[in-house]
């Protein structure tokens, strides 16, 4: 909810006089690209999980699915950094305003989904009880649905920012 609140607000706010352009990293594609790819690869491993009943290969899907997302996040930071570099901080104007805080909040989402697939991780590697398959299936869609913010979030910001 707090993303739509925020893109609701973004619409209400853009054309203002004081809105400036923001020229966004090109590192926010390799980002996309990271992102996407994790996702692929979690799908993966829950075929080898649901289909197969392959856990150490599922929990090699999951491992990857995780380098992958924090490889995402330090994109996100090198991003940040870039446009620091470039002068362009939170406070510069109402554009790089939403930029900083609609990305941050996403990272911080990722950032959970990451502690999420560390425990799902965790699980698969040392079958403790019976893995669930319910918490790889809650993280999984939980994790897609960062995915599909992020590419929300990255054409949002190509058509406004």
Not at 17 to 31: F, K, R
Not at 140 to 161: D, G, N, P, Q, S
Request: hydrophobic share 55%.
């Amino acid at each position: 909810m707090s993303f739509a609140a925020f893109t609701s607000a973004l619409f209400v706010r853009e054309g203002t006089a004081d809105w400036g352009h923001l020229t966004l990293p090109p590192i926010l594609v390799m980002n996309t690209l990271f992102i996407l790819a994790s996702s692929g690869a979690l799908e993966i491993a829950r075929r080898e999980l649901v289909k197969r009943k392959e856990l150490r290969k599922a929990a090699a899907w999951v491992a990857v699915t995780w380098l992958l997302g924090l490889c995402f996040c330090c994109g996100q930071y090198r991003a940040w950094l870039e446009l620091r570099e470039q002068g362009i901080v939170l406070a510069t104007n109402p554009n790089s305003s939403f930029f900083y805080v609609l990305t941050f909040m996403h990272a911080l989402h990722v950032l959970a989904g990451l502690a999420t697939l560390s425990y799902v991780l965790y699980r698969l590697r040392s079958r403790l009880g019976r893995f669930r398959n319910s918490l790889f299936e809650n993280a999984a869609v939980y994790w897609h649905f960062m995915t599909a913010l992020w590419v929300y979030l990255f054409i949002l910001c190509r058509a406004k920012l």
